[in-house]
């Protein structure tokens, strides 16, 4: 018999699997990871109690830099927003807590109805078409919208601005290679004369960097040369700013975890997607509809669902196997309780800030404002110092801000190397003066960090 209560492999399986593979144990399938990686030790000493582990990790834990420890200017993709404290409570009610896939409608009303609020929801917001029940994230979301315009424009050419969220581009690069597509980074500025011979143009609308930008120029060019516009949007903007459908994008798409979702060390988050009505078929992931049944009472079902699970692989358009519904239901529920002015009011109050913020520290001798137009909620501060060596600094005096020349490995080789500052909501006057003096003021410490 197995030893292993959860695996039914007895040991022959498993020396038949190894002997068709190929290899004498499973050790040898290892071989690209360090010897002294694979079975790390834990730093929990031999014999300890249940509350002694739980001290030890608490102590560990509280050696880390949280969130809300400090001043915190992070941002971008991932942003930390007030969560109203009737989101969890009925987001996280056992109906759509413990709620599996909603395969069998009449057993699903529930979920399906929650599903389809955030849809008509998040279409409202981003005045596009359709929105699916969400992807895996935002980075996920854009690589998918970019394997869908190859597919409705038969090209294999992505183009996509250098100024779209570094992870976001990474994930495309890595979703690019099984099919083989050709992927294309340029500058922003310049996407527009890239389109020629591309199956879509990807930008990002406020930028990494916060910059506005001109997408209906960029879409205008896509569309002139037989592309597609796909538009990377986060859902605050979207409460201020002209919509991605207003703008002219094919597919909009970004990051939902500001709306009522906690940060959680990076997920689980809500990959959104919405695109114009006619190319729905080559929709990723999840529709749910709103229909009758054969009495004339209102129903949801699930409309859509092209996927590898309910059809043959060669005509799914993703393998993605969840649709994140509780992520999607708790940002429902977020902006249902927020309504449209709520939601202004959250995305104004960071603007507000950032704008205030922007002026005092391009007042600091020595650092300037780097974006090269306008901005939204968050912008780039150039520093005479550095912007890595700036962040350190603040760092150690408990600020947190995010180094470019840290992740756009493309801007540190153009020479760029600043912060970025998010504002939301949730920053306090506090926070601001603590930066603005920090680096106006700069610590011992961060002194020190700068001579180096």
Known sequence: MNSNPYSPHTP?????????????????????????????????????????????????AAMN???????????????????????????LRGEFLTAYTPYQPEVSQGTLQAVW???????????????NSSMYDGASATAEAA??????TGRTKVVVGTEVDFTYRRTLRTYARGPELEVVETPTAQLATAATGSACLVVQHPDAFGTLVDVRTIADAAHAAGALCVQVTEPHACALLEPPGALGADIAVGEGQPLGIAMSYGGPHLGIFA????????????????????????????????????????????????????????????LSLLGPEGLRAAARAGVTRAHALAKRLAAIPGHAIANNGPFFDRFTLSSET?????????????????????????????????????????????????????????SRAGEAVAAR
């Open 12 to 60: 022959e399986d498993r020396e038949a699997m190894l002997a068709r593979v190929g290899v004498r144990d499973v050790d040898e399938l290892l071989g690209a990871i360090p010897k002294d990686a694979r079975y790390p030790k834990l730093g929990v000493g031999a014999g300890m109690s249940e509350i002694e582990v739980q001290a030890h990790l608490e102590r560990l």
């Open 65 to 91: 830099t949280t969130a809300g420890s400090g001043p915190f200017f992070i941002g971008g993709a991932i942003q930390r927003r007030y969560i109203p404290a009737a989101v969890p409570a009925l987001a």
């Open 117 to 131: 609020e955030y849809q008509s929801l998040m279409a409202e917001l981003l005045a596009m078409d359709v929105v």
């Open 147 to 152: 394997l869908m315009a190859v597919r409705l």
């Open 275 to 334: 695109c114009r009505e006619p190319l729905v078929r080559q929709m990723p992931g999840r529709i749910a509809g709103q229909t009758v049944d054969a009495n004339g009472t209102r129903g949801f079902v699930n409309t859509l669902q092209t996927r590898e699970q309910h059809i043959r692989r060669e005509k799914a358009t993703s393998n993605i196997c969840t649709n994140e519904a509780l992520a999607a239901i708790t940002a429902a529920v977020y």
């Open 386 to 442: 550095g912007g890595w060596e700036l962040r350190s600094a603040l760092l150690a005096r408990g600020i947190q801000v995010e180094a470019t020349a840290s992740h756009y490995v493309d801007g540190r080789r153009r020479g760029r190397d600043d912060v970025i500052v998010q504002c939301t909501e949730l920053t306090t006057e506090a926070d601001e003066d603590a930066l603005v003096d920090a680096i106006a003021k700069p």
